[in-house]
T-cell receptor, first 111, second 111 residues
Framework: DAEITQSPRHKITETGRQVTLACHQT?????MFWYRQDLGHGLRLIHY???????NKGEVSDGYSVSRSNTEDLPLTLESAASSQTSVYFC??????????FGPGTRLTVL | AQSVTQLGSHVSVSEGALVLLRCNYS??????LFWYVQYPNQGLQLLLK??????LVKGINGFEAEFKKSETSFHLTKPSAHMSDAAEYFC?????????FGAGTTVTVRA
């Protein structure tokens, strides 16, 4: 069955480290998204992509980057992790329909 | 720009009682509206969505929501709460291919 997966599911790192969170979908969707979920803020859009080699900044993109070298993957990189980036991160994908499919989430702790 | 406001970050109901979760949105164009549910330690699942047509939308698990353009609202209801409804609920509005989420409402169900 088609699905969307995220790895790792949990990560603890130190401030200043580079961290990459993986997102992989097997639906062949063109659109992929990264959100962070924080208490009191709901989900906020970090970056999104509408296709291979396309990337766009979302509401809270500072300190994050993404790359889209193929349809299936949209890795999210924290160049220099900060404690403010401790959060739960969700990846999502969609096609031309209005529904987004979400991954299970990655819980990141930055000490 | 669009935004979503969920009134009440926590709602507690008795088993068998009505569940009412409030959502108001702002949008300069006709919106697509969604309710997602998140169970503990899981990703987001789509409960229901409104795109066009009938303003009363039925979703999974006995939930329904009504789009009221004059009130810019999309409140979620369920006539009789079940213990399994304990979760966090997110309202979202979609413009183009981007989703904006409310801050979420946590529902607890009392026996």
């Amino acid at each position: 069955d088609a699905e969307i997966t995220q790895s790792p599911r949990h990560k603890i790192t130190e401030t200043g480290r580079q961290v990459t969170l993986a997102c992989h979908q097997t639906w062949n969707h063109n659109n992929m998204f990264w959100y962070r979920q924080d208490l009191g803020h709901g989900l906020r859009l970090i970056h999104y992509s509408y296709g291979v080699h396309d990337t766009n900044k979302g509401e809270v993109s500072d300190g994050y980057s993404v790359s889209r070298s193929n349809t299936e993957d949209l890795p999210l990189t924290l160049e220099s992790a900060a404690s403010s980036q401790t959060s739960v991160y969700f990846c999502a994908s969609s096609e031309s329909s209005s529904r987004q499919f979400f991954g299970p989430g990655t819980r990141l702790t930055v000490l | 720009a669009q935004s979503v406001t969920q009134l009440g970050s926590h709602v507690s109901v008795s088993e068998g009682a009505l569940v009412l979760l409030r959502c108001n949105y702002s949008s300069s164009v006709p919106p697509y509206l969604f309710w997602y549910v998140q169970y503990p330690n899981q990703g987001l699942q789509l409960l229901l969505k409104y795109t066009t047509g009938a303003t009363l939308v039925k979703g999974i698990n006995g939930f329904e929501a009504e789009f009221k353009k004059s009130e810019t609202s999309f409140h979620l209801t369920k006539p009789s709460a079940h213990m399994s409804d304990a979760a966090e609920y997110f309202c979202a509005v979609r413009i183009a291919r981007e989703l904006s989420f409310g801050a979420g409402t946590t529902v607890t169900v009392r026996a």
